[in-house]
């Protein structure tokens, strides 16, 4: 992760001549993103032995929202869900990613969070600074319909991947299914369907050994 | 590249018992994407010293549309721009990535994505299979606004990677700022101003030595 005072990554790269402001702040801002392609998440692959980066994470659950949108239990307007997940990790270019099973580094998540949203949307002109950081707000305060669905498929994803892994981050020493089904339950404020099928997973991995059903060490 | 008659990926996950047809299929649906994120391109990254994978590529794309759609010449549908960027490139998981400048792979490659296509759908219920086929038929025959600034955002991605890695995959032998300019071109069906752009960056990289003006080798 760069430190804070890191030069961009952006900054590396030279604009061509004449380029207007407005685009060059924007094509700065692309290039900064880069970034997020070299953040790497805990969870493993299924079609592949690594881990997963935020960049490829982001677009899986953009293409979650397009196949189970339908199982929204409010309306939702889906280019605003595709939009969320889109933009959800930015911050984690600066932030890094925190592990979801880590409560120490949760502690502080959100002030550097915050720290990092203001550093990165700043690269972009003014009025689209501001909307990115206000969708990036919705996201994280799940108020509405669509934060909460894009919050269910951030979940959601991951669940898939220990799965198929039989495990994964699951086998993180200290996790129970009582954690797993936890950290899990925010998926009920989007879709009952879903928080069904998402307790499945957990209960037949438990079953099956893929993480403990209560921790052994404790 | 998995071969046509490899067995699914998600075939080796086993699903809950209970778990509904429609959801299951669904579900074997986004296990079976998981494979884009090893499905690599020629361009390499700007953040990292890697090439890049189709899923980090798209998620990119959408990235990019919502920062750029202001310069599309006609109006667009956000919201589907971004549904044909998410889908685009998901034949790549059973027909490979066919490099822009590689004129014998380019000949059977739509046979080769068709039948992609075929088989990847196919595992979604019959209403998505269709209608997912049509938002990618859509992208293919670039027919509408949206399908045309989808295909200028996939054309200048690598661009941008290319120009602030100093040549990228424009140092291919053989490969000149003319057959650049040429693959390119398509950028200004969807938009003058990124279009324009898009000559500045090539012209400044020749300029630069990065892609030579004419093939030394012709």
């Known amino acids: 992760m760069p430190h804070d005072d890191a030069p961009l990554l952006a900054a590396s790269v030279q ?8 685009l060059r702040r924007q094509i700065e801002f692309i290039i900064e993103v880069d970034r997020l392609k070299d953040v790497f998440r805990q969870s493993p692959l299924l079609a592949a032995d690594r881990k997963e980066n935020d960049a490829e994470h982001s677009w899986h ?3 979650m929202t397009l196949v189970l949108a339908e199982y929204a239990d409010e309306p939702v307007d889906t280019s605003k869900v595709l939009a969320l997940v889109v933009l959800h990790d930015l911050v984690e270019i600066y932030a890094g990613d925190t592990f979801l099973y880590d409560t120490a580094a949760a502690a502080d998540q ?3 969070e915050q720290q990092a949203a203001d550093k990165l949307f700043a690269l972009l002109p003014a009025d689209q600074r501001d ?3 206000s969708l990036w707000d919705e ?11 894009a919050k269910a498929m951030d979940r959601l994803q991951p669940l898939l991947l220990n799965y198929g892994n039989r495990g994964g981050t ?3 020493p200290g996790v129970t299914e009582q954690d797993v089904l936890t950290r899990k339950s925010v998926i009920k404020d989007a879709s009952a ?5 998402a307790q499945d997973l957990i209960h037949t991995g438990a079953a099956n050994g893929w993480v403990p ?3 052994p060490g404790a």
Do not use: I, K, M, S
């Open 15 to 22: 604009q061509p001549d004449g380029t207007p402001d407005r």
């Open 61 to 63: 659950l953009a293409l």
């Open 110 to 112: 959100e002030a550097r």
């Open 131 to 133: 909307h990115f950081r």
């Open 139 to 149: 996201f994280e305060e799940r108020v509405t319909p669509e934060a909460r669905f």
């Open 170 to 172: 699951w086998r993180t």
């Open 193 to 197: 369907d879903l928080w069904h099928y």
């Open 213 to 215: 059903r209560a921790d």
